[in-house]
């Protein structure tokens, strides 16, 4: 009986240690946290509140023990406990409610959170009552200048779509590129189709080059920035159009120029034909003086004629 | 011939000259095509950002595409001038809007920066180069009285098609990336063609004099021709060398804010709005500066040549006093510099054409502003790098901005050595070869096919002579 329980608890046990949690996102590149929570490096901020609330920006690069402290002065009611509370994105943190002391004319909180991987990032709020909070923003440095228009393409050329990181921020450990396959994102591996993709990777700038392009080719390509807590994204447009489209314009200007220049030639002829006859139904004894040479006097006197108008 | 004479006399006595009238559409003419060249040339940075990310070339061998255009331009100027002294001036520059477009459109097919070299900078030089010397020396045959008016007003529109080039290559670019937006590009630049025939048919073909006889296409005959065409006898002449020394001089100078002006602002502290702001606004004063020294030069109450000193020395002077206004850090000096530097530009701008007519005569205008073209471009080519180089030894502007502007200084003093540089009126220009006399009889038939054309230039030329000396104080 007992070998049974005991093959049935290693069953159980084996069960219980292959199975994962389930991650409904996207599968990112990010690696699971390799060191133990309690070996996690510490890292401390903190924030006084004048106000009513504040948001303070927290760019983390690696998995940390984050400690966050909020100091509160207080309002005009100066209650000497007051509750307080934090929340990771809105919703409550189990066994944050507190109770807290003024102490020396302020209040204050604090907690150790592990930032491991993506799902810890976010929005961490320490709340006062409901009198006064303070956000922490954790995030991963994010893309700063994303590129709104779309990057234009023809078919059959190739393009290139760079994304780069700010010189202010730190470098990411490497860079990714994705596709967009409708509302899912699908990473592009040049190595798979060496003919069409090659991405360059530089410490700060990556670059996907696309060539070959065909009209499918366009939509959304996002760039990601890889550190050790997450990734971050950027997007850019692409659209592949093609070389009819500048044709159109190209020729209207074309056949405007020509139509231009058939009117000047045409009126200047109609011109110097009423001056020929004008002029050659004038001192008729002039035209026994041309020579060879002034074959072509009429038609430039005619001409002078008109620019002396 | 005696039919070309009463033509001849009316234009006499008309009192008239050939001023006014058809003169203006050819002004018209002349603003597009100027408009399409140089506006044109300015504005081409936008495409460099674009070239940089797509052949994945350094900034540095992108921006010689525009150098390499501009010399291309000032390079094949004198070829533009013989070319219409030999045939016909419409012909040649509707060639060249032909050659300008064919070198854009060729360029929206390019596969790696060579290409570009040689469409955009090679082949569209050559095609500049044929359009602008012939099409302002055309403008400045047609008027007398009211010349550089006309030629501040054409020139003025470099800067306001730079301003409205900027915003529509841009969104050209945005539209169809740079292959479709050259494309679109060489279709304006055929716009040039029209300017072209607006010219009419030549009205005089110089002959030149030496020629002894139709046939012989012989080397020495060809050569003999070609050396008329380009006017090359003109380097002998000592007022023209020194015109075009000085004019060499203030090249070396006159670009140096336009290409520094920007990085000095950002470096002396201001944000690169302000920057581009400062440069904008001397652009604005510089359209000004063209088109009022332009009226204010027909006034004639003094001589061009002054006026073209005064302005040289104060457009010298101000980029003089560009780094030292900046020294302070005061935003208002340094701007206020800028505007009177933009103006003083223009002002000058106007004139340089203006003046050689005075110097060459009208007959020989073509030859020597195509001349004169290519010996200041070698000279513009030395200003840029030599700033550079300055501004890497010592660390910022002041010694580039102080050489550049002394430079310009240099050139009004080069100036002043003309003859006559003091006489109160201008001098005669020298006459051409050709006999002036209108009571000579019927001639040999090779003596008529050399006069009578150039019987119309010495009459203008004539006109010019007896206009100015009287019209300087008019």
Redesign the interface.
Same mark, same amino acid.
Do not use: H
């Given at each position: 009986m007992s070998a049974s329980w005991k093959q049935l608890c290693l069953q159980i046990l084996l069960l219980l240690v292959s199975c994962r949690h389930i991650n409904t996102k996207t599968p990112g590149p990010t690696p699971p946290p390799l060191i133990p929570i309690d070996q996690l490096p510490t890292d401390v901020r903190s924030v006084a509140l004048k106000g009513e609330s504040h948001t303070e920006k927290v760019e983390l690069l690696n998995p940390v023990n984050l400690a966050l402290e909020c100091t509160w002065t207080g309002n005009q009611d100066k209650l000497a406990n007051i509750t307080g509370l934090w929340r990771k994105d809105g919703e409550e943190v189990k066994n944050s409610n507190q109770t807290v002391p003024m102490e020396n004319d302020q209040y204050n909180l604090k907690r150790v959170f592990s930032i491991v991987n993506e799902e810890d990032l976010g929005s961490y709020t320490c709340e006062f009552g409901s009198k006064a909070k303070i956000d922490f923003v954790l995030a991963a440095p994010q893309i700063g200048d994303v590129r709104d228009?779309p990057? $234009?393409?023809?078919v059959g050329?190739f393009v $290139?779509i760079?994304c780069k990181m700010e010189e202010t921020k730190p470098e990411p450990s490497t860079w990714y590129w994705y596709r967009a396959n409708g509302t899912d994102k699908k990473q592009i591996i040049a190595a798979e189709e060496p003919l069409r993709y090659e991405i360059k990777n530089e410490e700060r700038k990556t670059k996907l080059v696309v060539s070959s392009l065909v009209e499918t080719d366009g939509g959304l390509y996002f760039c990601g920035a890889v550190y050790a807590i997450s990734t971050s994204m950027s997007h850019v447009e692409l659209k592949v159009?093609s *070389?009819h489209? #500048?044709?159109k #314009? *190209?020729v209207a200007? $074309?056949i405007?120029?020509i139509v231009? $220049?058939a009117i000047?030639?045409l009126y200047?002829k109609s011109q110097s034909k009423k001056n020929s006859t004008a002029a050659e139904n004038g001192t008729t004894d002039?035209?026994n003086?041309?020579?060879?040479?002034?074959s072509?006097? #009429?038609?430039?006197?005619s001409?002078?004629?008109?620019?002396?108008? | 011939m005696t039919k070309l004479r009463p033509k001849a006399e009316s234009q006499g006595d008309g009192g008239e000259g050939p001023d006014g009238g058809y003169g203006w559409v050819l002004v018209g003419a002349l603003f597009v095509s100027t408009s399409l060249v140089f506006g044109l040339m300015r504005s081409l940075g936008i495409f460099f950002v674009e070239f940089v990310q797509y052949f994945d070339e350094s900034a540095q061998a992108i921006s010689w595409i525009s150098s390499t255009g501009l010399a291309a331009q000032q390079f094949f100027s004198p070829l533009g001038a013989a070319l219409c002294n030999a045939y016909d001036t419409r012909w040649v520059v509707m060639t060249g809007g032909c050659l300008a477009a064919l070198g854009l459109i060729l360029a929206s097919q390019a596969t790696c920066l060579v290409h570009l070299y040689l469409t955009m900078g090679v082949i569209s030089g050559l095609g500049w180069g044929l359009v602008f010397t012939p099409m302002v020396a055309t403008v400045m045959a047609n008027f007398t009285r009211r010349r550089t008016l006309a030629l501040g007003l054409a020139f003025s529109s470099i800067g306001l098609s730079s301003f409205a080039f900027n915003p529509l290559f841009q969104l050209l670019v945005e539209l169809y990336t740079w292959r479709g937006a050259l494309l679109i590009l060489g279709g304006l630049s055929l716009n040039i063609v029209p300017c072209g025939a607006l010219i009419g048919p030549q009205r005089r073909s110089k002959a030149p004099a030496k020629v002894v006889s139709e046939s012989g296409v012989s080397c020495a005959s060809f050569l003999q021709r070609a050396s008329s065409y380009l006017e090359l006898p003109l380097l002998f002449e000592r007022p023209y060398i020194t015109y075009t020394l000085a004019i060499s001089l203030l090249n070396v100078g006159y670009f140096v804010p336009y290409f520094h002006l920007v990085a000095h602002s950002r470096q002396v502290g201001f944000s690169e709005y302000q920057a581009a702001f400062v440069m904008s606004a001397a652009g604005a004063t510089d359209i000004l500066g063209r088109i009022a020294s332009g009226w204010f030069s027909d006034l004639g109450h003094f001589r061009l040549i002054h006026l073209l000193s005064v302005w040289t020395t104060l457009a010298g002077v101000f980029i003089m006093l560009l780094p030292v206004s900046s020294l302070s850090g005061s935003y208002a000096a340094l701007m206020v510099i800028s505007l009177l530097y933009g103006f003083c530009s223009g002002a000058l701008t106007s004139l340089v054409f203006a003046v050689v007519p005075m110097i060459v005569g009208v007959e020989r205008m073509m030859g020597a502003l195509g001349l004169l073209q290519l010996i200041e471009s070698g000279a513009g080519l030395l200003g840029a790098p030599l700033s550079g180089l300055l501004k890497d030894i010592t660390g910022d502007y002041t010694a580039s901005f102080m050489v550049a502007g002394g430079f310009v200084v240099l050139g009004t003093l080069t100036m002043v050595t003309l003859p006559h540089y003091f006489c109160g009126k201008d001098p005669p220009p020298p006459k051409s070869v050709s006999p002036d006399d209108p009571d000579k009889g019927l001639h040999a038939e090779l003596e008529q096919m050399h006069s009578s054309p150039s019987d119309m230039n010495d009459l203008t030329g004539e006109v010019t002579n007896n206009r100015l000396p009287e019209d300087t104080y008019s």
């Open positions: 228009k990057i $234009v393409s023809y050329d $290139v760079t159009i *070389f489209e #500048p044709l #314009p *190209f200007i $074309v405007e120029v231009l $220049v000047i030639l200047e002039q035209t003086t041309l020579t060879q040479g002034e072509n006097g #009429p038609a430039e006197i001409s002078m004629r008109q620019r002396k108008v | -």
